[in-house]
């Protein structure tokens, strides 16, 4: 069964900092891009960071390049994303997703479901 849990959302003020997890299982971990994504009520899915597995490419928004840093664990299968210096803009739900190869992730093979990070002003 192929799972991608997420992790480590939560409450914090703006300037901040919050670790976020993807734990993945049931593929193969190694063939595949990590990408976070973050969706508020009413507006579309944004793609925030993305790192592959396979050939090593990476991704930021423009919104978070500088801020955010993806990293991957193959050992743990597992991808986190460090968020500092949030802003109440970051506040969202973010979402994992699994997409053979490489960055930006399209549609996504695989998603997880969301963590909820609030950023307060």
């Known amino acids: 069964e192929v799972q991608l849990q997420a992790s480590g959302g939560g409450l914090v003020q703006a300037g901040g900092s919050l670790r976020l997890s993807c734990a993945a299982s049931?593929?193969?971990?190694?063939?595949?891009?990590i990408g976070w994504f973050r969706q508020v009520p009413g507006k579309e899915r944004e793609g925030v960071s993305c790192?592959?597995?396979?050939?090593?490419?990476?991704y930021y928004s423009d919104s978070v390049r500088g801020r955010f840093t993806i990293s991957s664990d193959i050992a743990k299968n597992t991808v986190t994303l460090q968020m500092n210096s949030l802003k109440p803009e970051d506040t969202a739900v973010y979402y994992c997703?699994?997409?053979?190869?490489?960055?930006?992730?399209?549609?996504?093979?695989?998603w997880g479901q969301g963590t909820l990070v609030t950023v307060s002003s």
């Open positions: 997703a699994a997409e053979l190869w490489g960055c930006p992730i399209r549609s996504g093979n695989y």
């Open positions: 049931g593929f193969i971990f190694d063939d595949y891009a």
């Open positions: 790192i592959s597995n396979s050939d090593g490419s990476l």
